[in-house]
T-cell receptor, first 113, second 116 residues
Framework: AQSVTQPDIHITVSEGASLELRCNYSYGATPYLFWYVQSPGQGLQLLLKYFSGDTLVQGIKGFEAEFKRSQSSFNLRKPSVHWSDAAEYFC???????????FGAGTILRVKS | ETGVTQSPTHLIKTRGQQVTLRCSSQSGHNTVSWYQQALGQGPQFIFQ???????GRGNFPPRFSGLQFPNYSSELNVNALELDDSALYLC???????????????FGPGTRLLVL
């Protein structure tokens, strides 16, 4: 069965510091991987996705993620965090012919000035 | 802006009632998926509709049902509401190609349902 683990429930970083949010997945076939961001009371905004090809993918707002098949991971990174990045971040996995996304429980990012 | 809209934004119902939530997909998208997001959790897949037919269902009882219409709109219906149905309901639209490969899902802002 598909599953996603986001080990960190909360992360606090200082503005301007680097950020890495962890995501581990379990999926028996070719995974399609996504990172979404959710601001309070809002829907989900797609940050980036990995379907195939280059394992380092670039997204919006300066985010990037690296797919590591050997570690079943898809960690999200940003070199310099801005206060507006404070939100909840969700990692999700889907299948090549799948019809559903399986989400992790989310990581809440707090940015301190 | 994803071009996906949902109505209403908030709704309060009492246990045992029925509710209909609406979603308007991005123009041209032939697939809509519905998710339930309980407080403090990630979204859980309810079901997906592709070209007006159900195309997969998560672990939700039959009192959760849906419809998809040719005009890119869709509905989620929940009968016999329970307290645990209180959640944010998200719809996501996407465009499935001929090979039915997975595609990117674009989410609406959600409908927050409170069941008392």
């Amino acid at each position: 069965a598909q599953s996603v683990t986001q080990p960190d429930i909360h992360i606090t970083v200082s503005e301007g510091a680097s950020l890495e949010l962890r995501c581990n997945y379990s999926y028996g076939a070719t995974p399609y991987l996504f990172w979404y961001v959710q601001s309070p009371g809002q829907g989900l905004q797609l940050l980036l996705k990995y379907f195939s090809g280059d394992t380092l993918v670039q997204g919006i707002k300066g985010f990037e993620a690296e797919f590591k098949r050997s570690q079943s991971s898809f960690n999200l990174r940003k070199p310099s965090v801005h206060w507006s990045d404070a939100a909840e971040y969700f990692c999700a996995v889907g299948g090549e012919y799948g019809n559903k996304l399986v989400f992790g429980a989310g990581t809440i990012l707090r940015v301190k000035s | 802006e994803t071009g996906v809209t949902q109505s209403p934004t908030h709704l309060i119902k009492t246990r045992g009632q029925q509710v209909t939530l609406r979603c308007s997909s991005q123009s041209g998208h032939n697939t809509v998926s519905w998710y339930q997001q309980a407080l403090g959790q990630g979204p859980q897949f309810i079901f997906q509709y592709y070209r007006e037919e159900e195309n997969g269902r998560g672990n939700f009882p039959p009192r959760f049902s849906g419809l998809q219409f040719p005009n890119y709109s869709s509905e989620l219906n929940v009968n016999a509401l329970e307290l645990d149905d209180s959640a944010l309901y998200l719809c996501a639209s996407s465009l499935k190609g001929i090979g039915l490969l997975a595609e990117t899902q674009y989410f609406g802002p959600g409908t927050r349902l409170l069941v008392l």
